[in-house]
């Protein structure tokens, strides 16, 4: 089976901080991507990477990079975190290139930023 | 830019009666896939839809891809607590990357026992 690990279940931060979320994936995957997700706007991706240190933008990466040093890790940072960046982050990967694969999501990180 | 809409946004039955969420994508669609999202849990993976006109059924659960490959449906069958959830359609992002998902809003599906 498939597993998408992420860091932390749950995160409260303080405005300014600089907050790094990681994902890691066990299964050789190519793709990994990290989505937000927020009550009546679905998942919207922020980042995507379909290789080590390759990294494409999003639908909404403002506010936020990346880093994939190592296939398995894909880490997003939030380099001065803001109350509007408080939402339920997930990770997922995928092992084909193409939007043909299916996605593996991580069990996701609730961040809250005060 | 490309548009997945699903409707309904919530849909509450009784256990037993029959569900149906509906895709709709501004763009024809290489393929449809389908996640099921439990409360409090992340999004899981249930069917990929290719061929037009393609149905294809997981037990209670019927997927069907339009002739056009703009809409797609699911129909739950006699619900049961256990489909409670969230179901979201996802369909190839247009232009730019092709690496990319377009996630519906996905409908709300709550069941009464």
């Known amino acids: 089976d498939v597993k998408v690990t992420q860091s932390s279940r749950y995160l409260v931060k303080r405005t300014g901080e600089k907050v790094f979320l990681e994902c890691v994936q066990d299964m050789d995957h190519e793709n990994m991507f990290w989505y937000r997700q927020d009550p009546g706007l679905g998942l919207r991706l922020i980042y995507f990477s379909y290789d080590v240190k390759m990294k494409e933008k999003g639908d909404i990466p403002e506010g936020y990079s990346v880093s994939r040093e190592k296939k398995e890790r894909f880490s997003l940072i939030l380099e001065s975190a803001s109350t509007n960046q408080t939402s339920m982050y997930l990770c997922?990967?995928?092992?084909?290139?193409?939007?043909?694969?299916?996605?593996?999501f991580g069990p996701g990180t609730r961040l809250t930023v005060l | 830019g490309q548009q997945v809409m699903q409707i309904p946004q919530y849909q509450h039955v009784q256990e037993g009666e029959d569900f149906t969420t509906y895709c709709n994508s501004s763009t024809t669609l290489s393929n449809i896939q389908w996640y099921k999202q439990r409360p409090g849990g992340h999004p899981v993976f249930l069917i990929q839809l290719v061929k037009s006109g393609e149905v294809k059924k997981q037990k209670r659960l019927t997927f069907q891809f339009g002739e056009a490959k703009k809409n797609s449906s699911l129909h739950i069958t006699a619900t049961q607590t256990t489909d409670v959830g969230t179901y979201f359609c996802a369909g190839p992002s247009s232009g730019g990357s092709n690496y990319k998902l377009t996630f519906g809003k996905g409908t709300l599906l709550t069941v009464n026992p």
């Open positions: 997922a990967s995928s092992a084909l290139a193409g939007a043909k694969d299916t996605q593996y």
